[in-house]
């Protein structure tokens, strides 16, 4: 099924940072959208999620442009996420006191075919809703995670718990070539994509972020109800989300805005 969309992104330094580590892309002519959260301070963190952007972000741009289709672009993620780790690993053998950064990653494309593919490192995560079901697309790379999936911590104390921001895998912390999880899906008329870093997700329950993304509005909308409604909250960290909703197309190729 061919599709059309249209997309906006934002990000907000929050209410308890000093600056903004986020970084991410909406390429809607492309169908690339990307959110990435950095950490390591000292601009360090801002410094990985960008270089992860651009090198994300530009195998991926290079590849729609030669007409890849969804499973070749699976692949180029793939290599683009090992590229991000090593540039980031790079980074900080030339420049010592950017030790410890990194970041997470989540990336998706639109395919031509209706479908999206997803890549995914770390806790930033990706929401599919639809009708009014909202579902997580991704599964976080974090200490908490793995306890609930081992059965010894609840999700409600996981995101509860002190150590709740404890990332088990993450692009330029070592050893490098992390492999990202790809994922992917149909998509119909209607559907809600986001993007967003922990920072939304820290301060917004499941159940709050699907109230905001059922309210009729501009993807323009949603991001701003968004960041106001996670600030409002208490604004712990960055706030970053984009938003893109799924139209039906009205001629052979996707139109976006």
């Given amino acids: 099924m061919k599709l059309a969309w249209k997309a906006a992104g934002g990000t907000d330094v929050g209410r308890?940072?000093?600056?903004?580590?986020?970084?991410?892309v909406v390429d809607s002519e492309r169908g690339l959208f990307l959110v990435a959260d950095g950490m390591g301070g000292h601009a360090a963190g801002e410094i990985a999620s960008a270089l992860a952007a651009e090198?994300?972000?530009g195998a991926l741009r290079e590849g729609i442009d030669r007409g890849l289709q969804a499973d070749e672009l699976a692949q180029v993620m793939v290599e683009s996420f090992g590229a991000a780790d090593r540039?980031?690993?790079?980074?900080?053998e030339a420049h010592p006191a950017t030790h410890g950064m990194g970041t997470t990653t989540t990336a998706c494309v639109l395919c031509t075919d209706g479908t999206y593919r997803i890549?995914?490192?770390g806790d930033s995560r990706a929401y599919l809703l639809r009708?009014?079901?909202?579902a997580q697309v991704t599964k976080d790379h974090t200490w908490v995670q793995r306890e609930v999936d081992e059965g010894r911590l609840t999700p409600a104390g996981a995101r509860r718990h002190r150590l709740s921001h404890i990332l088990t895998r993450a692009l330029g912390t070592g050893p490098f070539d992390v492999p990202p999880d790809l994922?992917?899906?149909?998509?119909?008329?209607?559907?809600?994509?986001?993007?967003?870093s922990d920072g939304l997700t820290?301060?917004?329950?499941?159940?709050?972020?699907?109230?905001i993304l059922s309210i009729p509005s501009t993807p323009e909308e949603h991001v701003e109800r968004l960041i106001r409604a996670a600030n409002a909250r208490g604004g712990r960290d960055n706030i970053?989300?984009?938003v893109v909703e799924i139209l039906p197309a009205t001629d052979a190729a996707p139109e976006n805005g």
């Fill in 183 to 196: 994922l992917g899906g149909e998509l119909r008329p209607g559907d809600l994509l986001m993007l967003c």
């Fill in 240 to 242: 970053t989300a984009v």
């Fill in 119 to 121: 890549g995914h490192v």
């Fill in 131 to 134: 009708g009014d079901a909202l």
């Fill in 55 to 57: 090198a994300v972000g």
């Fill in 202 to 211: 820290g301060m917004l329950s499941d159940r709050q972020l699907g109230r």
């Fill in 87 to 92: 540039a980031i690993g790079e980074h900080v």
């Fill in 16 to 24: 308890m940072r000093r600056g903004n580590e986020d970084t991410f």
